[in-house]
């Protein structure tokens, strides 16, 4: 009777004492540690930072143009990129403001929003007079 009276207490505080799947459930979800959340916080003040900058046309032109227009303005002919060299301040304006005004050249308007994305802001003038003066003076 005694064996019995073990066996049941031992069943009951197995079965009672804490082994439900409640519990099981709550050491699976524990909170995210507070480092992550810092580093999160981290990345976008660096980002809000990089924004802010103010970039001259040459750094512009340098940093997200020279790939395929090249040093010297004449272009990629494996990209399709069309020289600068020749062409009026004018006629360079005037496709920079296409450009702009989503007209026409869907690589260039995405390369433009990129730009943007990136912090980098300028005007279809400013940008002409200065890809005008570098190429064909």
């Known amino acids: 009777m005694k064996n019995y009276k073990t066996v049941v207490l031992i069943l009951s505080l197995f ?5 439900s799947e409640e ?5 699976l979800t524990k909170p995210t540690p507070k480092v992550q959340k810092i580093k999160v916080i981290e ?19 340098n940093t997200k143009c020279i790939e395929c227009h090249a040093s010297n303005g004449s272009g990629n002919t494996e990209k399709l ?3 600068m060299i020749g062409q009026s301040e004018e ?14 050249h869907i690589v260039m308007e995405h ?3 990129k730009i943007v994305d990136a912090g980098m802001q300028y005007s279809a003038k400013d940008m002409a ?3 005008y003066e570098r190429f064909n003076k």
């Open 15 to 19: 079965i009672f004492g804490g082994c």
């Open 23 to 27: 519990k099981k459930e709550q050491t």
């Open 43 to 61: 990345v976008k003040k660096i980002k809000e930072n990089a924004i802010k900058k103010e970039y001259t046309i040459e750094e512009i032109y």
């Open 81 to 83: 990129t069309p020289t």
């Open 91 to 104: 006629e360079i304006r005037d496709s920079l403001t296409d450009i702009e005004d989503d007209k026409g």
């Open 111 to 113: 390369n433009r929003e």
């Open 129 to 131: 007079k200065y890809m």
